[in-house]
C-alpha cells in the first residue's frame, strides 16, 4: 500500500533513476512527470487516499476512461500516458510497497501481446553476460582507480542498490577489520562475504538485509584503503614508491564510511552515477580500439541499475527465486521474476543430467 500524498516521493526517485539508466533528455522527463502528475492529481481529487493491491488496476481504469471521455484526449495519447503511468506502478520501489502483481496494458486496454522476439531483445538489454561484466571491470583496472575498480566490483557482486552502496560502513562487511583498519582475508579464495545493507525508503523507514561480496572483491577493498593512506613519493633512486601517511592512516582505523568521494567525505549518489558512466564510456573505446566484435554499447545501456540487474541475473543461474528475492530485498517474487532469464537449451541440459542420473 502506498498513500497517494507519498506517491511524488516515489516519482521523483524513479524518475532520477530512469534518467540514470536510459539517459533520457529533459524534454522527456518533463513530459514523463506532467503524464504521470496528472493521475496523481486525479487520484487526491478523487479522495482516494492510497494505491493497495486491490484498487490499483480500477483506478488506472477509472483514468483512462476519465482520459477519453471528461478530457476528450486521442486514443493514442491516451495510450502514451497510460505506457508511462504502466510504468511508473511497475517499477521496482513502487510495486514492492503496492504489493501488485505486474500490471500490463492489455489489463487496461486490449493490445497486441508482446511477440518472443521482442521479449527475447528486451531481457537482454538488462543485464550484461560475464564476459561483458570482466571487460568493463578491466577497463577500470586498466586506468588504476582503486576506488571505482572496488566499487564497480561491488555491485555486481552484491547486486546492491545505490543508496545502499553510499550508506555503506566499513563493519557492515561481516570479516573483522585488524588494528590498521584493513580487512583480515578469509583463508579460503572461494568465499562469499556477508555484506549487512540498509537503505531508508521514502516513507523514511529502514528495510535492512543481507548479501554477498566474493574474496576478490574485498582484496580489492583493502586495496583502496591501502591507495588512500598512502601517496607516492621519489626514493633516492627517483623511483616513486608509495608511502603512508601517518595522520590518513590514523583517521582510517576510526573511519566508519566505507568508499569516499575526492574530499575524504562519504561518496554521494551522483558521484556514484558519474563513475559509472565514465567507465562506461571508456570501455566503448576500448572496444573499438581493440576491434572487439561487442554486441554491448555500454555508454548506452550501462548504469548503475544495470550492475544491479546483472548481479542479480547471475545470482538466479544457481539459486531459487526465493533465494534471489532475499538477496535482492524485493517483498514481492513478482519483481524478482524480471531477473530470472529462462535459457531452455541449459534447462534441456539439466533434465537429460538428472535423466542419465537415474537411468544409469
Known sequence: MIATDELNDYLEEYLEEKQEVKNLTEETIRKQTFNISKFINFLEERGIDELTDSNVKKQLRQYRRHCLKNRENKRTTVKTYMMNILEFINSEDVQEEIQHDTIKMKDIIEVKAEDPETAKKRIEKISLTRPQSNYLLETIELEGNKRDYAICATFLDSGIRLKELVLLNK???????????????????????????????????????????????LVSINDMIYDRITKLRKNTHDVYRPVIQRKKAAEEVEREELFLNQKGKRIGKRAVQDIIKKYAKLTDERVLSDNIDCPVDYAKNVSVHILRHTALSHYAEILTVAEVQTIAGHSNSQTTDKYIHVDREQMKQKLKVNSMRFNH
Request: net charge negative.
Open 171 to 217: 563493519t557492515d562487511i561481516q570479516v573483522p577489520l585488524d588494528e590498521k583498519g584493513f580487512y583480515e582475508l578469509p583463508m579460503d579464495t572461494n568465499e562469499f562475504i556477508e555484506v549487512y545493507l540498509r537503505a531508508e525508503t521514502t516513507k523514511g523507514e529502514l528495510k535492512d538485509r543481507t548479501t554477498f561480496i566474493t574474496y576478490d572483491t
